[in-house]
């Protein structure tokens, strides 16, 4: 058995619009296995959510369109299914939890039956089943079942995001893909929404896509990081591999921009300038023009995989591979 629930190989999506093509998602590759836990991590605009979406080809046809790649799920070639595949695919196989739990519910719809329209499509029980079952998913994510009958609007912002956790786990996923689901919420329900989320994910035994630009989040609950930034993967490992070992410098840039509990003194360096326009990408490295160890080659070759482990590479030109295959740092960056 495959020990891969996903597989992306060189994916690549652009949106077409009036205003020229974006290149949303650039030749990405990227492997999760099955009981493991990945956050990706980057700025908005990075591509993170426009990937996520396209492991439920959930990308809107047109603007949206995915040129080249492939997206193997837990053995199933995603991009070669039906619509009426994929629905059964969707919520049964893999799930995911919107950004916003203000509008991903529908208002004029009880949260009991937005549950259990769930379990009566991919479980095929009748409709008294199916809400008894939303019921204990409802408790299973600290909610009383009595308030079944409720609507999205007698909720708080933190009850409404365990319902929709309820909703994508009621089938009982094997891949739970969570984009930022702990954005809108106060730091006291964001982290008993994580630790529900970690809780049930152990209970289920499921693999986790993390989706966040908050590396706190990834330490609590991710076994594997990869930092994405205009629509690349440029660095990818396990938390030691990153947290204490970052190699590529906008990782180092973000990990500078994080306060210091230990000194409260030691100033914030900040990563200076914007993400470039997804439009017109640099001809050589995305992140060369906000890079305090820019090489000359930076601006105009794309930087290769570079391997520091089986776990862990990344892509940049401060590194390079020597004749006898071992790595040789060529910047000092002290």
Do not use: W
């Not at 093509?21 to 591509?47: F, H, P, W």
């Amino acid at each position: 058995m495959n020990n891969k629930i996903l597989e992306i190989d060189d994916l690549v999506i652009e949106f077409r619009t009036d205003d020229g093509v974006v290149k949303a998602v650039n030749n990405i590759n990227l492997s999760l296995d099955r009981g493991k836990t990945i956050g990706i991590v980057g700025e908005t605009g990075a591509g993170k959510t426009t990937m996520a979406l396209s492991i439920l080809n959930l990308i809107p046809k047109p603007p949206g369109k995915i040129i080249q790649g492939s997206i193997n799920l837990d053995g199933i070639d995603i991009l070669k299914k039906t619509e009426r595949e994929l629905e059964k695919i969707r919520g049964r196989i893999v799930s995911m939890i919107f950004q916003d739990p203000m509008t991903a519910l529908n208002p004029v719809i009880t949260v009991g039956e937005q549950i259990a329209e769930v379990i009566s499509i991919h479980q095929r029980i009748g409709s008294k089943k199916a809400m008894k079952k939303a019921e204990e998913m409802l408790e299973m994510v600290g909610i009383p079942r009595e308030r079944i009958s409720e609507y999205p609007h007698q909720f708080s912002g933190g009850m409404k995001q365990r319902v929709i956790i309820a909703i994508a786990l009621a089938c009982s996923p094997r891949l739970l893909i969570a984009d930022e689901p702990t954005t809108a919420l106060d730091v006291t329900i964001q982290a008993q929404v994580l630790k529900l989320m970690k809780e049930l994910k152990e209970k289920l035994k499921m693999s986790m896509i993390m989706i966040t630009h908050d590396l706190g989040i990834v330490a609590q609950v991710c076994d594997e990081v990869a930092i994405m930034y205009a629509g690349k993967i440029i660095e990818k490992g396990n938390l030691r591999d990153v947290f204490e070992n970052p190699k590529h410098p906008y990782t180092e840039g973000l990990f500078n921009s994080i306060p210091n509990i230990d000194n409260r003194k030691v100033m914030l360096k900040p990563i200076r300038g914007l993400m470039p326009d997804p439009c017109n990408l640099p001809k050589g490295c995305s992140f060369c023009d906000r890079c305090d160890y820019a090489l000359e080659k930076c601006a105009n070759e794309k930087p290769k995989k570079i391997s520091f482990s089986h776990t862990h590479f990344v892509e940049c030109h401060l590194y390079e591979v020597e004749k006898d295959y071992k790595l040789k740092y060529i910047y000092n960056r002290e």
